[in-house]
């Protein structure tokens, strides 16, 4: 059932590449067909998950890949990666109903999404190192491609840069991998074997080191301060879906690294380190929301706003790790908010990128100081785009509360030091109100005048990814059902 | 408890949560929107009625370990009917007076009420930050309703971001909550450990005084007097501004049990109280002055729940809802048929148009506290409280009501100003500033009225022998009774106040016309340090970071570059060179083969020769 869902879209994406003589509204179309499909099949394995036993996986798939490392082709979810699984489905299915307007090259566009698409969840339901990491570079390659082939403004440098650097924290994930592949005994590069075994154990110097590099790696590509710069220019001159996909669903492929690999496999060394992730946390917060409040370009506003809203997971995560007789819950409470986080941002972020893309689509920028009075013009975009920003800020009834209401409570219970993080929401509250009323209040005036308003396919986008978030956020139950028991068990393997 | 009375409470919230969001999103059928809106506005009043008389409690599992909880208790009982109603009767009176958008002012005033009655009812702290919140953003939409307008705009962001600023305690009392151990219930609050229910007794006084606008926060109620009327009607009197003191009053065991809350909540109370009081008095326009007073007649609510006296604090919120609601909606008559607020050019007003005229007098009179009318038996049922825990405490609360006489006194008098025919023109000058319809519609009438006939009568909840039912009913234990001796002080003091400001001009000193100066010192003290400061972030994070980054990379290029020539200079140049050498070797090589007999015996003559002496040489 997984290999289905990862390489259904692989498939449709070779086909599409194989018929040259297809038409592009047809092949539009079953872009958006296939990814409607894959998100049904999505839909089936949440129906019938049930929760596996603590540190197993449900839909489990096992095949003989290299034998000779002791890696196999190993699938399954847990309460972790099914919320991002079917997240990463809803994202792509709102990308290739936003993309049946792309003009240049739907054919390559559509395959390279589907690509993405495969490659992505297969990031999320891999249960062995080596295929994890095939999944993260090949999210990288696809992801090039995309901002160099279909971008705007100074593409190929930001493509580059992206490429580059994130490939250089894989680098040093890899470094990490086979550190913790040498010290499992037997030698294996399956991941609950590695997080059974913890094979770093007594040793914390090694355990320091292959932790540190594992760190790095996820930082890069989460990305937290400091190493988030490649983020805001990939952001501005991907195309909208782009953004949206990398916002919503690479960014992921950092955090989710944090309680499949680090936490669960490395448990001393996490414990022993968690003050350094909260730290790196509590200042991605504040610096991510403060530099988000300087920019004048939305795109580059919302980037930044994703570098806090990392900072809130990293955060939480860390705090995970300041174990302490009476705070079980209470870090549990962080973990699950974290994941949440994941999902949310998500979301939300990719909803906000989306609409984003309305603006350059119109007049070709992104610059506030272009705008004002918007919402006369373009009420519908206006009210979008307006929901989107309060959801990212954190109101309640949308699933940015659930995320961070939790990330906020258990941390602050465990380690009450990090309240200076609530800092962040007041920010990101103050600059999204502030983008607001530039872009849509007051005088119509500048390229507002004459501006277009959404049109079907970009409502039928973001709008669903906006009503998700809503329904998360007044109904969280059916996702905190799935993630709760999977950090109560997380909690419990960095506790050992 | 029946399934009905259950049903009612979720209905209670989720009937004008869907209708307001719908409204809210249309843009179409204006027509049928006000019957839509009074419509459900209507059957939650009625939901209201039965949850107060069934006092039904709900819960579903949320998060965090805690309920998404919903209960009506006595003080609930109390404040979720006065809410509905109030919404009633302004959104009534809003049909007759906002004409465009239609939809979504109702949409929004709906959503805004439905948080509102969560709010009341929230049994747990996620609950009750969910609608605290939502509340707050409604308030910004529903400023900022007039969106053309940026100064309206950013009074709504000014709005929204200073009472997150005093929220972000809600979450800090969660997080303490959980830290403590005793759970998210409100109920069980004053359970946990000793350490973290400091916390979260702070925590909870702080978001609850910014959403009362009390002092320091109170600026943000001055801004948001850029709404419409019958925003400031709803939320700034009967419903987001009073939710900050009803919150005090549920938490008020919490306050109790921490030794020092109590006191420090009725000390702020009370110096908000006075503060706001004198700034209420000089101010020169109408709405501002409302405003003002709303913060100050809060700060006696605030210092009720800290002197102890709960069902004291909640009736004069009750009554305070209906006075103050009264005289927003009565302000909002006069702007759109006059086209101004000022005081200068309400001159007379009264005597134009009559019903509104008197009905807005008995709401002045009781914001003033002249007895018999509502806030003078329910001021005192506070000051009761406050005598009971300290002279000083009381003394300050009776000049804190002396000044609430004074600004009433001074509605009053503009009201009801003879305005000579020869200084008529000035009058009129003012009220060139908005274009005024130049009348009031019965939409407008009708809920004056009723809200006049409440601020009148409401005050028999403070008094014997309701009082002591309503204390019974609101909270465990018996409060301290206004003595007669305290009520008639009081009463005489009003009077005498009103008649006084009648008599000659109150003073408008600079501070407090200016609110104290704490925008200003927001502004200085937190908004531009922070706006320089992402300013310099955001350098920082280009010209170091991302710079840094870069040069490592073209530092990289430089080093292959490097690497380049020093590969083609050296390593190239090396096996080059060695090839020439070879060459060289080569050619010096096929210089004996010179194919001539003779030359090779001599070579092997020398060969030998060198051979022989090697040899001997060795030997």
């Known amino acids: 059932m997984l290999s289905l869902i990862v390489f259904v879209p692989l498939a449709a994406a070779l086909a599409l590449v194989g018929l040259p003589r297809l038409r592009d509204a047809p092949t539009r179309w079953a872009w958006v067909a296939v990814a409607a499909v894959d998100l049904a099949l999505v839909i089936v394995v949440w129906v019938r998950y049930e929760k596996p036993a603590p540190g197993g996986l449900a839909f489990e798939e096992r095949a003989a890949w290299i034998p000779g490392v002791n890696s196999s082709y190993h699938l399954g979810v847990d309460g972790f990666s099914l919320p991002l699984v079917a997240m990463t489905a809803v994202i792509f299915l709102a990308c290739a109903v936003y993309a049946l307007r792309e003009r240049h090259r739907p054919r390559a566009h559509a395959a390279l999404f589907l690509f993405l698409q495969s490659v992505s969840l297969g990031l999320f339901v891999a249960a062995d190192l080596i295929l994890f990491f095939v999944f993260f570079d090949l999210s990288l390659v696809g992801m090039y491609f995309l901002i160099a082939g279909w971008g705007h403004g100074n593409r190929g440098h930001s493509a580059m840069k992206f490429f580059l650097y994130t490939f250089l924290g894989s680098l040093a994930l890899l470094v990490g991998f086979i550190g913790l592949y040498v010290a499992a005994e037997p030698h294996t590069f399956d991941m609950p074997a590695l997080a059974a075994a913890t094979p770093l154990a007594g040793r914390p110097l090694a355990g320091g080191l292959v932790l540190a590099a594992i760190l790095v790696g996820l930082a890069v590509k989460t990305p937290t301060v400091p190493f988030h710069t490649w983020l805001p220019p990939a952001h501005t001159d991907a195309p909208a879906v782009g953004s949206a996909v990398l916002a919503g669903v690479l960014l992921k492929m950092g955090t989710y690294g944090f309680v499949r690999i680090a936490m669960p496999m490395l448990p001393q060394a996490w414990r022993a380190w968690a003050w350094v992730v909260i730290v790196v946390g509590v200042v991605s917060v504040i610096y991510g929301a403060l530099v988000a409040l300087a920019q004048t370009n939305v795109k580059r506003m919302i980037a930044y706003t994703s570098v806090n809203h990392m900072g809130y997971i990293a955060l939480a995560v860390g705090a995970a790790g300041l174990v302490a007789a009476d705070t079980t819950q209470a870090r549990t409470v962080a973990v699950t908010g974290a994941v949440t986080q994941m999902v949310s941002h998500g979301l939300i972020t990719g909803a906000l990128f989306l609409l984003a893309g309305v603006l350059r689509d119109r007049v070709g920028t992104y610059d506030v100081g272009a705008y004002g009075g918007l919402a006369a013009p373009a009420p519908a975009f206006a009210t979008l785009f307006a929901v989107g920003a309060f959801a990212s800020l954190g109101l309640p009834a949308f699933a940015g509360f659930i995320a961070e209401f939790q990330i906020f409570t258990g941390s602050v219970a465990v380690a009450p030091v990090t309240a200076v993080a609530l800092v962040g929401i007041l920010v990101t509250a103050a600059l999204f109100l502030r983008a607001l009323q530039r872009v849509f209040t007051g005088e119509t005036r500048g390229h507002s005048i004459g501006f277009t308003d959404l049109r079907p396919s970009e409502i039928w986008s973001a709008g669903p990814l906006l009503l998700l978030s809503l329904a998360i956020g007044i109904l969280p139950r059916p996702l905190l059902d799935v993630i709760e028991p999977a950090s109560a068990a997380v909690v419990d393997l960095v506790g050992r | ?619």
């Open chain 2, 1 to 619: 408890m029946s399934d009905f009375a259950q049903a009612s409470l979720w209905l209670l919230v989720i009937l004008p949560a869907a209708v307001g969001g719908l409204l809210a999103l249309t843009r179409r059928a204006d027509r049928i929107v006000v019957a839509v809106s009074l419509g459900a506005a209507a059957l939650t009043l009625a939901l209201s009625a039965v949850v107060a008389f069934q006092r039904p409690s709900v819960a579903v599992p949320f998060m965090a370990g805690a309920d998404f909880a919903l209960t009506v208790d006595g003080l609930a009982a109390l404040l979720v009917p006065t809410v509905a109603a109030v919404t009633l009767l302004v959104l009534v009176f809003a049909a007759g007076e906002i004409q465009r958008a239609r939809a979504r002012f109702h949409g929004l005033m709906l959503l805004f009420a439905s948080s509102a009655a969560l709010t009341a009812t929230a049994a747990t702290l996620p609950t009750l930050l969910f609608a605290w919140e939502i509340m707050g953003a409604a308030s910004y939409a529903l400023i900022g309703f007039w969106w053309r307008d940026d100064d309206r705009m950013s009074a709504g962001l000014t709005a929204f971001v200073t009472t997150r600023t005093a929220d972000l305690g809600l979450y800090l009392a969660a997080a303490a909550a959980l830290a403590g151990g005793a759970g998210l219930a409100l109920a069980d609050l004053p359970g946990g450990s000793m350490g973290w229910r400091h916390v979260i007794a702070a925590g909870i006084l702080v978001a609850a005084l910014g959403k009362a606008a009390q002092l320091p926060f109170s600026f943000w109620l001055s801004r948001a007097m850029a709404g419409p009327s019958p925003v400031s009607a709803l939320l700034h009197s009967a419903a987001m501004v009073a939710m900050g003191g009803y919150l005090l009053l549920r938490v008020e065991p919490l306050l109790v049990s921490t030794g020092w809350a109590g006191t420090v909540t009725s000390w702020l109370g009370a110096t908000t109280a006075l503060l706001l009081g004198a700034v209420a008095v000089a101010q020169r326009d109408l709405k501002q002055l409302l405003a003002a007073s709303t913060a100050a007649q809060l700060g006696f609510v605030v210092m009720a729940a800290g002197a102890g006296t709960v069902a004291g604090g909640a009736v004069h919120l009750v009554a305070h809802a209906a006075t103050k609601a009264l005289l927003f909606l009565a302000a909002g008559a006069w702007l759109t048929a006059l086209g101004t607020q000022r005081l200068a050019g309400l001159s007379g007003v009264a005597r134009r148009w009559p019903l509104v005229g008197w009905s807005a007098t008995v709401g002045a009179l009781a914001l003033a506290g002249v007895a018999p009318l509502s806030l003078w038996a329910t001021k005192d049922a506070v000051l009761a409280a406050a005598l009971a825990q300290s002279p000083w405490l009381y003394a300050v609360g009776l000049v804190a009501s002396a000044l609430s006489a004074a600004y009433a006194g001074k509605i009053l008098i503009v009201m009801w100003r003879r305005v000579p025919a020869d200084r008529r023109a000035d009058v009129e000058a003012h009220h060139e500033a908005e274009q005024g319809i130049g009348g009031v519609n019965l939409f407008q009438q009708l809920p004056v009225v009723v809200l006049a006939v409440a601020a009148a009568v409401l005050g028999v909840l403070a008094l014997p022998p309701v009082d002591g039912l309503l204390a019974r009913a609101v909270a465990t234990g018996e409060a301290p009774r206004a003595a007669p001796l305290e009520l008639g002080v009081s009463a005489a003091i009003a009077l005498v106040i009103v008649l006084a400001v009648a008599r000659r001009r109150v003073p408008e000193p600079r501070w407090a016309l200016r609110w104290l100066g704490l925008e200003s010192a927001a502004g200085l003290l937190v908004v531009r340090p922070t706006l320089w400061l992402a300013d310099a972030l955001a350098r920082f994070d280009d010209r170091v970071l991302d710079r840094g980054v870069e040069r490592v990379a073209a530092a990289t290029l430089r080093v292959a570059d490097r690497s380049a020539r020093a590969d083609d200079r050296w390593l190239d140049g090396a096996v080059e060179r060695f090839a020439g050498w070879t060459r060289r070797l080569g050619q010096l090589a096929r210089r004996p083969q010179t194919g001539q007999l003779h030359q090779y015996y001599l070579q092997a003559v020398v060969v030998v020769v060198v051979g022989v002496l090697l040899l001997v040489a060795l030997r």
